[in-house]
């Protein structure tokens, strides 16, 4: 689905932010995106649908080359890959309903756009995807009144919507607190595994990364340094990605946390068993 060849990224600066990454992600996986501040997480997804520019290598989504493209098949190339932003980047004026439509701008022509008429088809799955996250009933509410965790499924609706092949996804728990950074990933991983998204998340929490992604990937100073699943991430390879810290405790608090979600899971199953 997605195919990286020796991509890197040299900053005006002098900062070389990517060295010759490579990276498969076929349909269907969630590839979690690891490392330390300034490691090169943000820039790789900016990379792959070209809000960054390259220096040099090729990024494929199928059988397209996005390297290469000019600026209209790039919109349309877009159109194909889905963004969930860390802060959100919602309209905070604009209704939840008209937030989620605005994934459907470049669908539509453009004076339906400029006066964001939508056809019913687009209207009716915005209802569904807004009633899968569980914000149907906030369909019309403004932006500026909804809280945090809200505002991202807003966003995750927007980025569905588009109906993409891949999810790139930036931190995406950044701002919330631990128990909505759980449901979060939890349902951009649903969603993914119901639709067979590609997905790369560029996440800070390992403990998330770990409890949510079958395959995950490690940048250290804009190399990759660590590709695999998550039972492998042991102090060794914590300490090569990040440097020396206690990662026995860390990874005794992920074991932790993963029996919490299972029992919550259990939780979540019981409650839904028919009453006899």
Known sequence: MLRIENLEKFYPTGDHALKSVHLEIPQGQVLAL????????STLIRCVNRLVEPTSGSVFLGDLELTHLGSSDLRHARSRM??????????????????VLSGRLGYVGFWRSFFRQFPQSDIDEAFELLERVGLD??????????????????????????????????????????????????????LCE???????????????????????VGLQHGTIVYDGPPEDLNPQVLTQIYGEEDWEATIEKVKDEDQELDSELVDNVTKLKPVS
Do not use: W
């Open 82 to 99: 889905g963004m969930i932003f860390q802060e959100y980047a919602l309209v905070e004026r604009l209704s939840v309903m008209e937030n």
């Open 34 to 41: 690891i490392g330390p501040s300034g490691a090169g997480k």
């Open 137 to 190: 009933h906030m369909a019309d509410k403004r932006a500026d009144e909804l809280s945090g965790g809200q505002r991202q499924r807003v966003g995750i609706c927007r980025a569905l919507i588009q109906n993409p092949d891949l999810l790139l996804v930036d931190e995406p728990t950044a701002s919330l607190d631990p128990k909505t950074s759980r449901q979060i990933m939890r349902l951009i991983c649903e």
């Open 194 to 216: 119901e639709r067979q998204l590609a997905a790369i998340i560029n996440i800070h929490d390992v403990l998330l990364a770990q409890m949510f992604a079958r395959r995950i």
